[in-house]
């Protein structure tokens, strides 16, 4: 498997994270964003989007974290990470969600303003990740796990940005279940960090 990916990048720890807790070995292929090795002919043939992260594995080939950690769950994973029942299969959808919104376009973002000077307004970031915090904060306060008691994807979706939220600017002293959920994350079997954390 190959993983066109960046170190500093949360949506690409996302699928590292993910493979590290599956115990599946992969290749890295670095992209450097700052060069745009993402907007060179080549990667646009691999992502139209122009984003990492992108893993190959054989002939698949597949863009967007999400889509990815679709992928190795019923690839490579136990039902839990993604169960088909329909409303055990909603459940984790609505926390793929909330990654793909408050938490990517509050968080992720004021994260990007903040460290690598993309031009996203840093105080309207920070507030839509912190109604993404609240969310969060409110799910966990009775529940070990963000969907049908157990990990799941969902839960390897959410953590990274929440994790880097320093990065973003927001302390998380605050959010006291969200805390223990990090520590709980950062206990399992495979998990491996990032750089800012
Ligand atoms: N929804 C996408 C977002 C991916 C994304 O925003 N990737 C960033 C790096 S963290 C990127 O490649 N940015 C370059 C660009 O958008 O030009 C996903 O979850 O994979």
């Known amino acids: 498997m190959k993983l ?28 450097d964003l ?17 984003q990492i992260p992108v893993l190959q594995d054989g002939e698949i080939r597949l863009w967007d974290s999400t889509a990815i950690l679709v992928y190795l769950a019923r690839q490579y994973g136990a039902p839990h990470w993604l169960p088909l029942e329909p409303s055990a299969l909603a459940e984790v959808m609505q926390w793929l969600a909330l990654a793909q919104n408050e938490l990517l376009y509050g968080l992720a973002r004021a994260r990007a303003a903040n460290l690598f000077g993309r031009p ?4 309207q970031c920070q507030e839509l990740g912190k ?3 609240a969310v969060l904060e409110q799910r966990l306060e009775n529940r070990e796990w963000l969907a049908n008691g157990r990990i799941s994807i ?11 939220a320093s990065q973003a600017g927001i302390a998380l002293d605050e959010y006291r279940h969200i805390g223990a959920w990090l520590q709980r994350i950062g206990r399992q079997p495979g998990y491996v960090g990032m750089p800012g954390l």
């Open 34 to 50: 700052a060069k745009q090795e993402n907007r060179s002919p080549e990667f646009l043939q691999l992502n139209p989007r122009g």
């Open 154 to 164: 969902a839960d390897v979706a959410c953590y990274p940005y929440v994790a880097l």
């Open 131 to 133: 109604r993404g915090l």
């Open 120 to 123: 996203w307004d840093i105080g």
């Open 4 to 31: 066109y990916d960046m170190l500093l990048s949360g949506n690409c720890y996302k699928i590292r994270l993910f493979c590290g807790l599956l115990g599946l070995e992969y290749e890295t292929v670095p992209i």
